[in-house]
């Protein structure tokens, strides 16, 4: 059912888009779609700088020739544009398939596209800058390295929270304490992630150093070596004993306890309370020239969060391989994922969930994005390593971004239209503000 995206290769399907085959390239270049290479890592690799980096794949020129351009699917005199969704086979996405998959979409007139299966972060980003797809998700710490990261400045904004927590920090069965990751390696899915993030607030927090720089040199009893590894991959290298640990969206983490024998060490959403992982993204020439149309992917978006909060064995079926096949993965670790929690008593034991009284579930949906939360990432950002150059971090303003980077309104206008907050079982008072909770 999906179309599964091969940037890499010559005869590539991009829909309705028109794209320059040199610009699509040279985007691929910029955001490193061979693989999983972003540019911090390519850059490492050739010995540039992260800003030499992307000066030498051609940023200027790339500008110039309109990576990124919305030209071909701002809509016009045909009417609006039809809604061509990029995604990764993560549980993360459940609410853009499930809005496909179930006419979420097309109940709020919305023409969407059979959505696009992407293999990385790096591929999804690539046709994103190039104009293949208007709608996608994103990490939310990718969407602030995009907008003003270097010379990148992408204009993306985030139009809504995708779900919030839905990720762990799976290890191998000897390890029961994070001290024993001492010496190890852990893999994270991408440097500018909320995993990171939280991964190295974890380790500071017991005493351990995250390393970043991938050097020959031996790691010592209290560092720990972080690699970007592909989320399919991580748990055959668990299996393997190539790493101690993974931390990655679902269904990975339900996929190490099923198949690899991993266990989670502790749940994100159990460290910071109800965080936004994934978000919701488009181009901010398409938010502001089709408001009306942003509106109705929106309404789509919160009817299939409904959905899912009320469905969850219902949608991992659907989702899954035996379903619409939007999910590569069998219905058994997505149930696990969209289901298995706070009712699981050996979480309880083993030290996994900790607070307990947070009462959230493995993976919950709300769509606005709490300005609290941009405002929080961007200062822990501004602590966390990444590879390759990050001196932009400090020059940012936590408020400007949170006024900056999202776009608020049209959730907002979808929210109200569906019942507000309460239809959330959140009260109207905590719906649009919040203080952000992180307890280890």
């Not at 509106?295 to 899954?320: F, I, K, P």
Request: charge should be negative.
């Amino acid at each position: 059912m999906t179309r599964n995206h091969d940037t890499r290769g010559d005869d590539r399907t991009h829909g309705h888009h028109d794209v320059d085959p040199d610009v699509a390239e040279s985007a691929r270049e910029l955001v490193g779609g061979a693989g999983w290479r972003n540019p911090s890592e390519a850059a490492r690799t050739s010995g540039l700088s992260r800003r030499e980096f992307m000066k030498e794949s051609g940023l200027a020129s790339l500008a110039a020739a309109g990576v990124g351009s919305t030209a071909g699917c701002l809509g016009g005199d045909d009417g609006p544009p039809t809604a061509e969704i990029g995604y990764l086979p993560i549980t993360d996405s459940a609410p853009l398939l499930t809005g496909y998959a179930n006419d979420h979409f097309a109940d709020h007139g919305v023409d969407a596209a059979e959505p696009t299966l992407f293999r990385g972060w790096s591929d999804l980003a690539e046709a994103f800058l190039a104009g293949e797809v208007n709608v996608a998700h994103f990490l939310m710490p990718m969407t602030v390295w995009m907008r003003y990261g270097d010379e990148l400045d992408a204009n993306v904004n985030v139009v809504a929270w995708d779900h919030t927590d839905g990720s762990a920090l799976t290890v191998r069965q000897e390890i029961d304490e994070w001290s024993d990751l001492g010496g190890g390696t852990v893999a994270v899915p991408f440097w500018y992630s909320i995993h990171n993030v939280i991964l190295q607030l974890g380790l500071r927090e017991r005493g351990l150093t995250p390393r970043t720089d991938s050097s020959a040199d031996a790691v010592g009893d209290d560092e720990v070596n972080l690699v970007v590894t592909p989320p399919p991959d991580m748990p055959a290298a668990l299996e393997n004993g190539s790493i101690e640990g993974y931390i990655v969206a679902e269904p990975f983490n339900a996929i190490g306890e099923l198949n690899a024998d991993g266990k989670i060490l502790r749940f994100t959403g159990d460290i910071w309370r109800e965080h936004a992982c994934c978000v919701v993204v488009m181009r901010e020439e398409l938010v502001e020239a089709q408001p009306e149309w942003t509106t109705d992917v929106m309404g789509g978006l919160v009817d299939a969060q409904q959905y899912l909060r009320g469905n969850r064995s219902e949608a991992a079926r659907l989702l899954s391989s035996e379903g619409s096949g939007l999910l590569p993965q069998g219905p058994e670790p997505i149930d696990r994922a969209l289901t298995h929690y706070d009712d699981h008593q050996p979480y309880l034991d083993s030290g996994a969930i900790q607070n307990a009284d947070w009462d959230i579930d493995r993976i919950g949906f709300y769509p606005y994005p709490y300005p609290s939360y941009t405002k929080e990432l961007v200062r822990r950002m501004r602590e966390t390593r990444v590879e390759g150059e990050d001196a932009f971090l400090d020059g940012l303003d936590p408020a400007e971004v949170a006024d900056d980077l999202v776009a608020y309104d049209p959730v907002r206008t979808a929210l109200e239209a569906a019942g507000g907050p309460p239809a959330f079982d959140v009260s109207e008072d905590d719906g649009y503000e919040r203080q952000e909770t992180i307890r280890f």
